[in-house]
């Protein structure tokens, strides 16, 4: 484009961003914090679900001192079915890095945020843009999309060297003064009208700056690199029942669903059986474990779960345990975990995958107890 395209472009975009944006809650605010808390959940995220979570979360904590004070448990809970919970304890050290490290004032440098728990170059450009104009530029899947088509580029913008040729692209399009508004209204165009698959070409504010559809191509882009096949990992799980209670065993709390709970299981090494796996995990646990009659070595259950990256098939055994006693005489160790009724969880957090196990175990009666 040349300077003179370049500059309609970005008045066409602005002005209709200013009657057809979406009405949304962290749109009508400057707190700093608020739009923080946004960026977090919109991580990976559609705007629809982040919608409800934010206002559940700034409802629970208001402030960034009142995130920062409460503990990790509690910011999990709310963050409780959103996933990638790793984005919720990041957000929560943040808070507390900046009430440790800056007297509470979100920073307004995009470098000084990056370095903050969970803030990548996207999210310290966002943050920095939107709530204090900072004069940078933000790229997500929604920006590379509508780049990608805008200039009929035909590599892929997951390449490190076309995301910074976008990045060059999109400084030279910002309206000084109007980060905030501009990088929103580019997110927007390619979430309203700049849609993957088919956009919406015939209403585009922009399309007559649009390279793609000039040559016939906009279906054809962005140019997506093949992804191989997701692999499936199978996990053992033991639903320990105990007085109508089930035994549950909190996750590490760094790593993957860290701090959240989850009924007893292990992953099946390469080479071993369903038996076996049974029978490593059972040998883990700090109860009497005895199986529901009348193939113990089948589950009662098969669950899928999918991730990012993964596949989890979880199967699912029902069984009775006995409880026993802190540690005694004979010096045994304390439980490893706790005993809870699956319907009065409360602030305790439980993974996705382990709410799916307890939604088909609701109707079931318990397992009887027998002695092996």
């Excluded at 003179?4 to 949304?24: G, H, N, P, V």
């Excluded at 946004?38 to 001192?65: C, D, I, K, N, W």
């Amino acid at each position: 484009m040349t300077p003179e395209q370049e500059r309609r472009f970005s008045k066409d975009l602005l002005a209709w961003y200013a009657t057809a944006r979406r009405s949304l809650p962290w749109r009508r605010t400057r707190d700093p914090y608020r739009i923080l808390v946004s960026e977090f959940l919109l991580q990976q995220t559609r705007v629809e679900t982040a919608e409800a979570y934010y206002r559940r979360f700034v409802r629970r904590f208001p402030s960034l001192q009142a995130l920062a004070e409460a503990p990790q448990e509690s910011v999990l809970q709310v963050w409780q079915g959103l996933g990638y919970y790793g984005r919720g304890r990041n957000l929560h050290r943040a808070a507390q890095t900046i009430r440790d490290r800056f007297q509470g004032r979100i920073p307004s440098d995009p470098e000084t945020l990056g370095k903050l728990p969970g803030i990548g170059p996207y999210t310290a450009a966002a943050v920095a843009s939107i709530a204090f104009q900072r004069d940078v530029f933000t790229i997500d899947g929604n920006v590379k999309r509508v780049l990608s088509r805008l200039f009929a580029m035909r590599t892929s913008p997951e390449l490190p060297e076309v995301r910074k040729r976008m990045g060059k692209i999109g400084l030279r399009l910002l309206p000084r003064g109007k980060a905030g508004e501009f990088n929103q209204a580019l997110m927007e165009l390619g979430a309203l009208v700049c849609k993957p698959g088919r956009p919406d070409c015939d209403h585009c504010p922009v399309e007559r700056s649009c390279k793609a559809r000039e040559k016939g191509l906009t279906e054809r882009l962005p140019v997506r690199i093949p992804r191989g096949r997701v692999p499936v990992r199978r996990r053992v799980v033991g639903a320990i029942r105990n007085r109508g209670r089930l035994l549950f065993v909190r996750r590490p709390p760094e790593g993957l669903l860290g701090g959240l709970w989850e009924l007893p299981g292990c992953n099946l090494e390469d080479g071993e059986n369903t038996e076996q796996g049974l029978g490593r995990l059972c040998a883990s646990l700090d109860q009497d474990v005895v199986l529901q009659p009348p193939q113990p070595a089948q589950p009662h259950l098969l669950v899928r779960h999918t991730y990012s990256h993964f596949q989890e098939l979880l199967l699912v055994f029902l069984l009775a345990g006995i409880r026993r006693g802190p540690e005694g005489a004979r010096g045994r160790r304390e439980p490893l975990g706790r005993w809870y009724h699956p319907t009065n969880m409360g602030e305790h957090p439980v993974t996705r995958a382990t709410g799916k196990i307890l939604e088909e175990i609701a109707g079931r009666s318990g397992p009887r107890r027998i002695r092996r």
